[in-house]
């Protein structure tokens, strides 16, 4: 017997995060009995439904790099209709993945999709402090001093940020670095010191980039890419 969440995620749903929350929401059932607890426990051999779908265990991981155009949400699914990143996978691609974290609506670049939950949740733990750079362009004078300021960390209403990576490319471009995974918080980091972002893209993720994937498309992982991320 297995704590529930950590099933979801081993089933490649979603993180364990993630799991907490589907669970709590009422919105999985074991042996047909909706479970709200987080100390729940169960096995591989129980029918473990989430949102009415059961679980298979088992199945082969899948591992795929996606340059997200704006406009998308990164979710499995909208229920306003919006498009997702699984979109850009095609009608004819049937496996189940998942999003590894986040890229709000308006942002865009590389975002991974894994059925693989126990790598999701290992690569969005705050404790591994995996590395994100985004490309930032921004309307606002950028300064020394403020690049200081998003260098040593920023307090934001959540707490203050840890230190970045900052680099400035040209008068309105600027690539930063950072090891945590709060909403919006490359945005928000920003507008603290008065800069208002124009577009944001994510160029790297944990050693990955966008090399070779134009916007909108897709690639599988190399085994080499996978063990390097596991590594992690």
Do not use: W
Not at 58 to 80: F, H, M, Q, W
Not at 182 to 199: D, E, I, L, P, S
Request: charged residues 30%; aromatic residues 6%.
């Amino acid at each position: 017997m297995e704590r529930l969440q950590k099933l979801i995620a081993r089933a490649g749903i979603c993180s364990r995060r993630r799991a907490e929350e589907l669970i709590t929401s009422g919105r999985v059932a074991v042996d047909g009995q909706i479970v709200t607890e987080l100390g729940a426990k169960a096995d591989v051999h129980q029918k473990i439904r989430v949102d009415g779908k059961e679980l298979t265990f088992g199945a082969e991981k899948i591992y795929l790099l996606v340059n997200k155009p704006r406009g998308y949400i990164c979710t499995a699914s909208d229920d306003r209709g919006r498009k997702t990143v699984l979109d850009l996978l095609g009608e004819n691609f049937s496996e189940r993945v998942y999003p590894v974290g986040r890229l709000d609506f308006d942002s865009e670049g590389l975002i991974l999709l894994t059925n693989d939950g126990d790598l999701t949740n290992a690569l969005i733990h705050p404790r591994y402090g995996v590395s994100k750079t985004y490309r930032v362009k921004i309307s606002g004078d950028i300064t020394a001093d403020k690049l200081e300021r998003l260098r040593a960390g920023i307090e934001l209403d959540d707490g203050p940020t840890a230190p970045a990576e900052v680099h400035q490319f040209g008068a309105d471009t600027v690539d930063i670095t950072i090891r945590e995974g709060r909403n919006r918080q490359v945005r928000r980091m920003f507008a603290a010191v008065g800069c208002n972002v124009k577009r944001l893209r994510r160029i790297r993720f944990a050693g990955l980039t966008l090399s070779g994937v134009p916007v909108g498309k897709f690639r599988a992982l190399t085994a080499d890419e996978v063990a390097a991320l596991k590594k992690l």
